[in-house]
């Protein structure tokens, strides 16, 4: 692996990284047919499965490792496909047996891919303080019956499994031997893969280059090399995407109708909703908003559809939750479904909170900036002023993250969002009083809730499972603690000869990537 450019020289650099893509010549793209060039918005920061947690984070060990199984293409449903195992099945409504494919191996001499790699995997995140321990909650243990055989025990039924552990973060294998050489974790250095690809070299806040693994066993990649750009700017993305600098990049949704009208020649555009989910956090343990009625009145001031046509485009709905609209779970309203001024102000007369001034930090791509100006023009009608933070990827999610120090108590207003999975748990989970300090930012903490959502792990029941997750919505909004936005759009565009693989959270396939 090569390392070149540290932060502060891609910084100095970036204009003229930029300024080169944009003015590249216009060439047919993978003309040899080995390249596939694509776009991401950020870095990432750790390819450990136990630490990952951006898009780039996800994308790479996708490409160098492997999962048990997969999920096909966002727009193809949601019924996942084997993988590394050659085969697997429910034995019983507890057990998931599984046998892995011959030829699959570890470079670095640590050998082929075995079922104690599976259960090395899986049990140091099962019960450990990473993000995915939730996904593996229902694991009693890996039950090792052969090199390439296993049989995963869970403690109770628990159908969900297999898409919330299984094809995504957590559920990437990692070489038991290379690991436990390595301390028992790594970041930014992956001590042993098994991949399509290879991790070849690394340009910091730049590009990363992998290249396809001779002694990958199973269907291979069409694309020798893949080529990931990083450009945080979206409007500076589509305009290298113009120039030929991409094969495939996301768009901002403000793009969307003059691409529709005026599409570059020879491209294509994904337009599709997405399981991304917004809202503004409200941190219930900051001083300002330790009083129901200030929490409520920032609820009331929101004005929701100007946020969807100012910074959406009209292409999306407001949400009334963090379970995708549409969906047999989804709740069907806001408590707070109508903007009131009026209400607004009587209620910060009333707690004696006029003149109030809070932070909202929001990152730093082009609909976070537009919905938090949008938020910021709104609550100033109320008498709220809102001093925007913009924030990079990097120092954004260590805010709300208690390893970092004190000041996750203390943060006022966040814009967020997540990639949210295919099981509404995958989506409630982050709002449970234990992952207060780690992703739950507005210190909401409900024993119903809690109780709500384990509940909700077993209930065989449909309708019985769609009022628990409706009961849950409704505590996080009467809570104050929440203003949920909407699911995001899901746009990118890419040459009309290329067969784009987009997974339901959003992320890229590159490994799936075809041309005509």
Not at 241 to 257: K, L, Q
Not at 363 to 373: F, G, H, N, R
Request: charged letters at 20%; hydrophobic letters at 40%.
């Amino acid at each position: 692996m090569n390392w070149s450019t540290d932060r502060r020289g891609f910084l100095a650099a970036g204009g003229a990284f930029l300024a080169t893509l944009a003015s590249a010549p216009k060439l047919a793209w993978a003309a040899d047919g080995s390249t596939l060039r694509i776009r991401v918005t950020s870095d990432f920061q750790v390819l450990d499965p136990f630490g990952e947690i951006g898009e780039l984070d996800d994308i790479i060990p996708r490409m160098c490792t492997v999962t048990l199984c997969r999920m096909p293409d966002m727009r193809a449903g949601h019924t996942v496909i084997p993988y590394a195992a050659k085969t697997y099945e429910w034995t019983s409504p507890s057990t998931l047996a599984f046998t892995l494919h011959d030829g699959l191996k570890w470079t670095g001499d640590f050998g082929p891919v075995t079922a104690e790699d599976v259960k090395y995997s899986f049990e140091r995140i099962k019960g450990s303080d990473s993000a995915w321990a939730y996904q593996f909650e229902k694991l009693d243990h890996v039950e090792v019956t052969g090199e390439k055989t296993g049989i995963l025990h869970l403690t109770e039924p628990f159908k969900p499994f297999e898409v919330i552990a299984l094809p995504y973060y957590g559920g990437h294998l990692v070489c038991k031997a290379a690991t436990e050489a390595a301390g028992g974790s790594f970041t930014t250095e992956m001590p042993a893969q098994c991949g399509p690809y290879l991790f070849d070299t690394w340009e910091q806040n730049a590009k990363v280059t992998l290249k396809r693994n001779p002694d990958w066993p199973l269907e291979k990649p069409q694309f020798d090399v893949v080529e990931i750009y990083i450009v945080t700017d979206d409007q500076a993305a589509l305009l290298a995407y113009e120039a030929d600098a991409f094969d495939f990049t996301r768009v901002a949704v403000a793009s969307a109708a003059d691409l529709k009208a005026n599409p570059p020649a020879g491209a294509a555009l994904i337009e599709a909703p997405s399981t991304r989910y917004v809202w503004l956090t409200i941190n219930m343990n900051a001083e300002p908003l330790k009083d129901l009625r200030v929490r409520q009145a920032i609820q009331y001031a929101y004005d929701g559809e100007a946020v969807l046509q100012g910074a959406y485009g009209g292409l999306t709905s407001r949400s009334a939750g963090v379970i995708q609209p549409g969906t047999p779970y989804s709740r069907p309203a806001n408590h707070i479904a109508t903007r009131d001024v009026a209400k607004a102000q009587a209620l910060l007369a009333e707690a004696g909170a006029e003149g109030l001034v809070l932070n909202l930090y929001c990152t730093t791509d082009s609909v976070a900036l537009a919905t938090a100006q949008i938020i910021q023009a709104s609550l100033a009608e109320a008498g709220i002023t809102i001093e925007i933070q913009p924030t990079e990827d990097a120092a954004y999610w260590a805010l709300g993250d208690k390893a970092q120090g004190e000041g996750y108590k203390s943060i006022e207003l966040v814009l967020m969002n997540f990639a949210g999975g295919v099981d509404p748990t995958e989506n409630l989970v982050w709002f449970r009083p234990d992952q207060i300090g780690i992703y739950n930012w507005s210190f909401f903490d409900s024993a119903e809730y809690e109780e709500l959502y384990q509940k909700s792990l077993t209930e065989q029941d449909e309708a019985a499972r769609t009022a628990i997750f409706h009961r849950m919505e409704d505590l996080m909004e009467d809570s104050g603690g929440f203003i949920f936005i909407c699911f995001e759009p899901y746009l990118a565009i890419h040459d009309d000869n290329l067969t784009p693989v987009i997974l339901p959270d959003g992320h890229p396939d590159p490994t799936r990537f075809t041309a005509s």
